[in-house]
């Protein structure tokens, strides 16, 4: 009599499950369990999974009914895993198949923002810097946005991972606490700058003095041209221009901002008595600019001679001036007659 001895066959399912919360430029782990379906209460206690992700395929050993595989080179998101179960030689378990998924966070950053040099009105220059966080290899791309509070003040684009502000006329003068925002990327997740202090003080000015002509006749008056000039590229200073000679205010205009990062304004014509005159021009400020004086020009002006009286020339005006013509020249000859006749007495001919 022959006996038959028959061996248990175990019929097993997959599911993973993600081990921490991966991120981008990190490895990920994953943890598959291999279920004995036909009797839970055996262990499938070896073989190997493979988990395919992108189709590049990662392989565990089961121990103990879970194989631990561990992932590379994933991207942010979601991404869909193939399972296959490979029991060993001669074991009681039946391969299977599977499927599941991961998400994989955007890798963190950080933030610094840095105030280059003074700010003042109309050149206020800052730069944020985005970094990842971790061992990451890359530069973070998209924008960043510069905040006042609440107020929204600029919005730049990075370029190799930094971002680069060129404020002009986009805050006054006064204490700010601003904040630079990463908004992220594909790879990048968002994040945000400490609160920095900037002190936006005055912009600073310029004003020159010209003057035509120079040098002048005093009989012919003088045009002065006076341009003022701002640190703004995008307005021109506003408030009281004076002009002055030789110290003493002459006229003053009050001058209108323009969307421009100068101005150019002609005062009056001005009269000058003979000699030479210190010209220049103050700006007096205001709220947004500081004042300023012109580097002083030097005007000479020249005496006139007054013209001589010109002979008539033309009617009885004529006669009358070869009449009185006549007469001086037959004066002058008997006045030289007469001295001759001195002359001939005192020498005896």
């Known amino acids: 009599m022959v006996q038959i001895s028959y061996v248990q066959s175990y019929d097993t399912a997959l599911s993973a499950s993600t081990v921490g919360s991966p991120v981008f430029g990190e ?8 279920t004995n379906t036909t009797d ?5 206690a070896s073989g190997t999974v493979t988990v395919t992700a992108d189709g590049t395929g990662f392989s565990g050993d ?3 009914g879970v194989a631990t595989v561990v992932l590379s080179d994933l991207p942010p998101g979601d991404t869909a895993l193939a399972l296959a179960y490979t029991p060993v030689v001669d074991a009681p378990f039946e391969a299977s198949t599977g499927t599941g998924s991961i998400t994989v966070d955007r890798a963190p950053t950080t933030v610094g923002l840095l105030v280059d040099g003074e700010p003042e009105f109309g050149d206020t220059r800052l730069t944020a810097a985005v970094q990842p966080v971790g061992p990451v290899i890359g530069l973070a791309t998209g924008t960043v946005e510069l905040w006042s509070g609440s107020a929204l003040i600029a919005t730049a684009t990075l370029q190799d991972g930094i971002a680069t502000f060129a404020l002009d006329d986009d805050l006054v003068p006064g204490d700010y606490e601003l904040t630079a925002t990463y908004s992220g990327d594909t790879f990048f ?7 920095v202090p ?3 003080a005055k912009g600073q000015t310029s004003v020159s003095v010209a003057t035509a002509p120079n040098p002048n006749a005093s009989n012919v008056a003088i045009a002065p041209v006076v341009t003022l000039s701002g640190s703004s590229s995008l307005l021109s200073p506003a408030g009281t221009l004076s002009l002055r000679v030789d110290g003493t205010v002459v006229e003053t205009i009050e001058v209108s901002a323009r969307n421009a990062p100068s101005v150019s304004v002609a005062f009056g014509a001005v009269t000058l008595d003979p000699g030479s005159h210190t010209i220049d021009a ?11 004086t012109s580097a002083p020009v030097t005007q000479t002006t020249a005496a006139v001679a007054p013209k001589p009286t010109p002979l008539p020339t033309t009617g009885g005006d004529l006669g009358a001036g070869l009449l009185a013509a006549g007469v001086l020249l037959a004066g002058g000859l008997s006045l030289v007659a007469a001295r001759w006749s001195q002359r001939l007495v005192r020498s005896g001919r």
């Open 40 to 44: 839970p209460t055996v262990t499938v």
């Open 282 to 292: 103050v700006y007096a400020g205001n709220e947004l600019f500081l004042p300023s």
């Open 62 to 64: 089961v121990v103990n």
């Open 198 to 200: 900037v002190d936006i």
């Open 189 to 195: 997740a968002p994040s945000a700058s400490d609160e």
């Open 27 to 34: 490895d990920a782990t994953v943890e598959v369990t291999v």
